[in-house]
Each structure stands twice: as structure tokens, then as C-alpha cells.
């Protein structure tokens, strides 16, 4: 039985995908730059190609102001080159205004046919400090409007920050219908937990031990039922997995057999999320940790030494790591965001090691929101005004 009710109760695979590194997140050896491993479009949209050959889902396109690639600018250019994975953009709320944002994700959607999935987040702008409360408020208005913009034929909202009377939802109709695109959402604090409860569809974690994803499991699932909802959940996690949990060990200490601590931090103080409560949750988990960084038999924290965000790996052998998911399903959670490094190595690693034991699934398809042919919308097959 799962921890807590799901949207996807009946549901018997797990939408898995991988994680392209837009954001100068790409080494050989943690926290030694690699030139080869730089965020260019080429090595980024590889990782794209490779994920989707391998038979990932979704692949995760993050969003910070590091050297690298604009998350909705390279989901575009991915269109033509993918016809199968999803893309889960990472959109910060208030860097466009809300409208404006749903017709480029309108537009994204049309392109890659039902293939977007977004990734809410609500961290600071490059060189501003907002009050967190602000933050999310602006977030809950921004999503309320994308989902009036994706669900009614007119845009009306009186919000504290946005006001709008209505204004014509026809330029932002997205190719999904029942609802749009899916919205996965991860945050600790009571505000993040008030929206996702409220507004979004998938409850997204960072590696801790399994009593503690319950826990965050059941936080989520209390707001949720407060508005009549429930969510579906997903983890974000790296891998280590190779053919035996001696070699999955030795290579995980080789990631960060160069690392300078002094250096990590520095990496982990880029991130727009370094100060945030679920980054602080990850640097427990290290303090929590065995000697050898493993704060559960094969949960290693040591990645989070050079990387803030989620902070920990699955290592092990291919038995090993498909029993620790199996168990993470049973708990309820549908979604697996994974990456490892280097990315394209990894993902072959578990893309031919694990991922072919799996019964994976597109959770938008699993929602009923991709139709079977082009929609009658007016960027569609609609009637043109």
C-alpha cells in the first residue's frame, strides 16, 4: 500500500527519465571542470538524443544563471531532433509575464506534440533578494493563470501582483487538452507545500532516507487534501550502478577522488537554491551519513559535496538499484528524475542495465492530456479567426 493516496493508483509502471545539464553541470570528476563536458547545445542536446535512444520518458531541462543553456530556447531546438521523450522545462514564475508564458509554452507544446511537461520553481532572479513568501505568492498567481489560460476561453485574474479581465485564452491553447501540460513541483517549506497541494500534479523530493520521503510524502498529500486533491510523486536522484556493488563503490569514490572542498562549496553557492530549506535538508543527510557517505545501505551523499540541489546517489549493482526503486514504488512514487556523471555515461549504464527492467510510462499519456491526433486548437487543426 502507498504511503499516502496517488493520482495514479492503478498505475503499474514509473514515468523515468534523465536530466540534461544545461546549467555547467556535466564532470568526469566532481568539481574539476572539464572542457569537453561544457554546456554547449551540441553536448547538451546529445545527452537528449542518447536518453530518448536509451528509452527515457522525460528528460529534466533545468533552469539557473550559470554558463549554458536557456531552458525553454533549447527544449525548442530539441523539437526537431526528438520525437519520442517528453521535456520537463523548468520555468522560474515571474521571469515572464504569466501571459506571455503561456503562449511560448503553447507554442512548445504544439512543436513537440503533447511532449512538455514543466517543472515549477520559485527561486530568486540573478541579483535580487525576494521575501520567500512573495515568491510563492507570485508563483501560485502565475500558475493559476496558466491553467485558466490552458482550461477557459478567457483569462480573468485579481490577484495581488497580476490583474487581468478577460483577455482571449485562444493564442495559449496548448496541444495537450484536459487540463495541459502536467506540472511537477518540489519544495519543503509551507508555502511550496500549500502550492503544489493547491495547483500542481506531481510532488517532487531530493534523496533522503525512506522514513523521511514518507514523511515529506504525507506533508504534501495533508495540503493536497485540504483543496479536494491528490498529487503524484516523484524523486529526483543520481546513480551509480555498474555490474557488481564493489565497482559501484570504487566508482563513486573516483567521482570525488579530486574534489576540493573549498571548490565544492564555492559550486554549491552558484545555485539560485543554495540557501533554500531543501538544500539544507541534503546537507543533513551528509552530517547523518556513515563514514563512507552512505546514510542508508546504498544512498550515497557524497555527490552533494559539489553540488547544491539534490545531493545524493543510488550506488550499487543492477540488482540492487531496481530493488531500491521497486521499494520506492511500492511507497507510491511515479516519477524517477535520475542523472549521473559523467551524464552520457551513466545514462547508458542504467539505460542498459536497469531500464530495460523496468516498466516505464509517459505520465502525461497516463493523464489522458496527449491526443491521438492534432487537436482543434487554433495553433492545431482549429478554425482560424
Known amino acids: 500500500m502507498t504511503v499516502v493516496p496517488v493520482t ?15 546549467c555547467s553541470d556535466d564532470y568526469a570528476y566532481l568539481g574539476v571542470p572539464d572542457g569537453s563536458l561544457r554546456s554547449s547545445f551540441e553536448h547538451c542536446s546529445d545527452i537528449v538524443k542518447k536518453a530518448e535512444e536509451l528509452g527515457f520518458r522525460n528528460i529534466l531541462c533545468p533552469s539557473s544563471y550559470q554558463v549554458g543553456q536557456d531552458t525553454l530556447s533549447f527544449v525548442a531546438g530539441c523539437a526537431p531532433i526528438s520525437d519520442r521523450i517528453n521535456f520537463l522545462a523548468a520555468i522560474r514564475c515571474g ?17 513537440l506534440k503533447g511532449r512538455l511537461t514543466l517543472n515549477v520553481i520559485s527561486s530568486d532572479f540573478p541579483g535580487e533578494v525576494a521575501d520567500s513568501a512573495f515568491r510563492y505568492k507570485r508563483s501560485h498567481e502565475v500558475v493559476e493563470i496558466l491553467r ?50 493547491a495547483q500542481c500534479d506531481v510532488y517532487l523530493m531530493w534523496p533522503e532516507t525512506k522514513d523521511q520521503l514518507a514523511d515529506r510524502m504525507r506533508a504534501a498529500n495533508e495540503r493536497a487534501a485540504a483543496h479536494g486533491r491528490t498529487l503524484d510523486y516523484g524523486l529526483r536522484v543520481h546513480m551509480v550502478v555498474r555490474d557488481t556493488e564493489q565497482e559501484a563503490r570504487e566508482y563513486a569514490e573516483h567521482l570525488v577522488s579530486k574534489l576540493d572542498d573549498e571548490y565544492g562549496q564555492l559550486i554549491r553557492n552558484r545555485a539560485h537554491d543554495s540557501g533554500s530549506l531543501g538544500v539544507s535538508h541534503q546537507a543533513r543527510a551528509r552530517e547523518l551519513a556513515d563514514k563512507f557517505g552512505y546514510v542508508e545501505p546504498n544512498l550515497w551523499t557524497g555527490i552533494g559535496r559539489a553540488r547544491s540541489g539534490c545531493g545524493a546517489a543510488l ?44 516498466k516505464t510510462c509517459s505520465l502525461p499519456h497516463a493523464y489522458g492530456r496527449v491526443p491521438s491526433e492534432t487537436p482543434a486548437t487554433p495553433l492545431g487543426n482549429g478554425e482560424r479567426h
Open 315 to 358: 550506488v550499487g549493482s543492477t540488482d540492487k538499484v531496481l530493488s531500491a526503486l521497486e521499494e520506492y514504488q511500492k511507497m507510491g512514487i511515479r516519477a524517477f528524475i535520475l542523472s549521473g556523471y559523467p551524464h552520457l555515461d551513466e545514462a547508458e549504464h542504467f539505460g542498459t542495465k536497469v531500464l530495460p527492467q523496468m
Open 148 to 197: 485558466q489560460a490552458w482550461t477557459r476561453d478567457t483569462i480573468d485574474h485579481d490577484g495581488e501582483i497580476y490583474q487581468f479581465k478577460g483577455v482571449s485564452t485562444e493564442p495559449a491553447r496548448p496541444y495537450q487538452q484536459n487540463g495541459g501540460p502536467l506540472l511537477y513541483f518540489g519544495g519543503y517549506s509551507p508555502d511550496a507545500l500549500e502550492l503544489c497541494g
Open 8 to 22: 495514479s493508483a492503478d498505475l503499474d509502471a514509473a514515468e523515468v527519465s534523465w536530466f540534461s545539464a544545461l
Open 95 to 111: 521571469e515572464m509575464q504569466p501571459i506571455m508564458l503561456a503562449r511560448t509554452v503553447a507554442t512548445l507544446d504544439h512543436m
